[in-house]
C-alpha cells in the first residue's frame, strides 16, 4: 500500500482539486461513492486496474492525503511543458503549504 501525504491541513479546496487531478491524470479510473463521516470528514474512492485508490480530507488528523494499490507518482511525473498542459488539467499537487511540503510518497506495509 502507496501512502501520499497532500496537505497537513484539511481543506475542502485543496481535497476537491486532488480529486480532480486524479481523474484528469490517470487514465481508466472507475470513480466509486464519496463517503462523508459527521465530523466532516470525506473519502473519495477509486478503483484502478482492481485496486483501490482513496483521497481523504481527514478532519481528525487534520490533513488530505492518498491511499493507494499502485504507485500513482508516475502519473504526476512533471514531463509536459506548462504550454503544452490545458489550463483545467494544471492542478498543482506539489508545492508547500504552511511550509511543510505536499505531496511526498511513502510505502507502507499495511
Do not use: W
Amino acid at each position: 500500500m502507496y501512502k501520499y501525504n497532500v496537505c497537513t491541513v484539511a481543506d475542502k479546496e485543496i481535497f476537491e482539486h486532488q480529486c480532480l487531478a486524479l481523474e484528469m491524470r490517470i487514465p481508466g479510473m472507475e470513480k466509486m461513492k464519496r463517503l462523508q463521516d459527521v465530523d466532516g470528514t470525506e473519502i473519495q474512492n477509486y478503483l484502478l486496474r482492481g485496486e483501490p485508490i482513496s483521497v481523504h480530507n481527514d478532519m481528525q488528523v487534520d490533513a488530505i492525503y492518498i491511499e493507494s494499490g499502485l504507485n500513482i507518482e508516475p502519473f504526476f511525473e512533471q514531463n509536459e511543458s506548462p504550454s503544452s498542459v490545458p489550463a483545467k488539467r494544471n492542478v498543482v499537487v506539489r508545492g508547500k503549504r504552511q511550509g511543510k511540503p505536499m505531496f511526498q510518497a511513502k510505502r507502507v506495509k499495511v
